[in-house]
């Protein structure tokens, strides 16, 4: 039963440091469709997307 604890401990602890390293890892300046329209987010170095902005099914059911 211990042995089992610490299994799943250690997996807990794993996974914590996947998702903070990988959303440490990850750049902040871009540009974001929000509601039909590119959205600075940060100070991304590109200029504004040219195709049409078109928000897909998740990001209409989190905005």
Do not use: Y
């Amino acid at each position: 039963m211990k042995k089992a604890i610490k299994i799943v401990i250690i997996i807990i602890i794993l996974i914590f440091i996947v998702l903070a390293v990988a959303r440490l890892a990850t750049g902040e300046d871009s540009w974001i469709c929000k509601k039909g329209k590119w959205v600075k987010h940060g100070f991304p170095s590109s200029e504004k997307p040219i195709e049409p902005c078109e928000e897909n099914f998740i990001q209409k059911l989190f905005s």
